[in-house]
């Protein structure tokens, strides 16, 4: 049999190569094809709200390509609109690590990262969390700087771990981003506060407030920064606009009668305090608070049994509702009559 020309042979061989190569090209696209086609509807089946139907299909997409970071991150959409925080997270790194730059994955692996340390019950766990949090909102922010929430959310995580230097920073980032934000504002006050770098507090609050002033939590902290100052007169108009902004609370009555007490108008202090136990008849603090009136009115008359009684009896209300307070102990048994001192 003759052989065949070499450059035949060449030639045949050349082209086998070419349809070899374009036949894994055919196989890999059509690989990629299918997989999309299985992420579109698993993504169509989730926000039909039919979520079991929706990971099988995200499954089958990964299964075709597990590189798909789509996919594995649209399960972790589903897993922690669930709850289920954990396997979230896993979707998650899945995705992270089949794109490194894919900005939303690590965004969200952060917020899933805060909610597990919310619901940690060790504190080892707490802060295990809140450390992979930062890590994953490091890389966010460094994929887009200039994303408001991943700033915002990073300072919360360092503030939780009482790192305030970097909680500030990356505050003022945000604040960066968006000047307009309330809670960014306030946040910034929080952090100012916990420093006690108390006239920058007051700034921030009020930054804030100007921009919203439906927010009685931050007119709370905001009176209670006054008070820390020794400016009770500044902090009752705060706590007072609290008051009417959140009727239902008793935190602003308390802390006015708190005010009205260090003010040595008692009479108004105890306005306060039993409009505070009206809305919660087992505030410990505020029965605590009513009783201190009391007992300094009767301090002060000498006689008035009758006021030592009504405070004794506040005191021993606010024991019974929280039983941890020591120094509470020592008072009550310091004014009780020979025959009615508690044991401690």
Known sequence: MKSMPTRTLLVLLSFSAVFSAAGCRYSKEKGLEISFDHYAHGQYLAESGDTDAALAELLKAIQSDPELSAAHSAIGDIHRKDGNHKLAAEAYRNACRTNPYAFRAHYNLGVTYQALAQAAEAV?????????????YLRAVVIRDDDFDANL??????????????????CHAAIAKDPKSPQAHSNLGIIYDSQNRLYKAVRAYKDSLELDTNQPKILLNLGSTYMRQGMCKAALSPF????????????????????????????????AYEQAISLDPKDATALRGLGTVRITQYVLSQDDTELRDQGLTAWRQSLEIMSDQEDLKKLLKKYSPPDQAPEL
Request: aromatic residues 14%.
């Open 153 to 170: 959310n990073l300072s919360a995580c360092y503030f939780q771990l009482g790192k305030y230097d970097l909680a500030e920073e990356y």
């Open 240 to 271: 007072r606009l609290a008051s009417k902004q959140d009727p239902k609370d008793p935190a602003p009555f308390r802390q006015i009668g708190q005010c009205y007490y260090r003010l040595k108008q008692y009479d108004k202090s105890i306005g």
């Open 124 to 136: 080892e766990e707490y802060t295990k969390n809140l450390k992979e949090a930062v890590n994953v």
